[in-house]
């Protein structure tokens, strides 16, 4: 079965950085492109960024372009997302998952990590 574990939230400052690891099972990550998404409180689930297999091509939404990076090592099976220059609005539940799982029927989602951009 496919497992998605999330690690590496917490409490930040605002301006202050984290960095959040995926770790999966029962998936080969260097053979699929890997997304991260997040969900605020009161707000849908939502893209923040997208990794080719290999990490040679990337994607951002607008609202984290130029603060977060995605990256993976595919030798240890995880995703991760170096996050600089929190915002507030950046406080959500952060998920690692495939990048079409949105539209999914029966969408499959780890238990994520909490990051908190607060003073």
């Known amino acids: 079965q496919v497992q998605f574990v999330e690690s590496g939230g917490g409490l930040v400052q605002p301006g202050g950085s984290l960095r959040l690891s995926c770790a999966a099972s029962?998936?080969?990550?260097?053979?699929?492109?890997m997304s991260w998404f997040r969900q605020a409180p009161r707000k849908e689930r939502e893209w923040v960024a997208t990794?080719?297999?290999?990490?040679?091509?990337?994607s951002y939404a607008d609202s984290v372009k130029g603060r977060f990076t995605i990256f993976r090592d595919n030798a240890k099976n995880t995703l991760y997302l170096q996050m600089n220059s929190l915002k507030p609005e950046d406080t959500a539940v952060y998920y690692c998952?495939?990048?079409?799982?949105?539209?999914?029927?029966?969408?499959?989602w780890g238990q994520g990590t909490q990051v908190t951009v607060s003073s």
């Open positions: 998952n495939k990048p079409g799982i949105l539209i999914e029927a029966t969408p499959r």
């Open positions: 029962g998936f080969t990550t260097s053979s699929n492109a």
């Open positions: 990794i080719s297999s290999a990490g040679g091509s990337k």
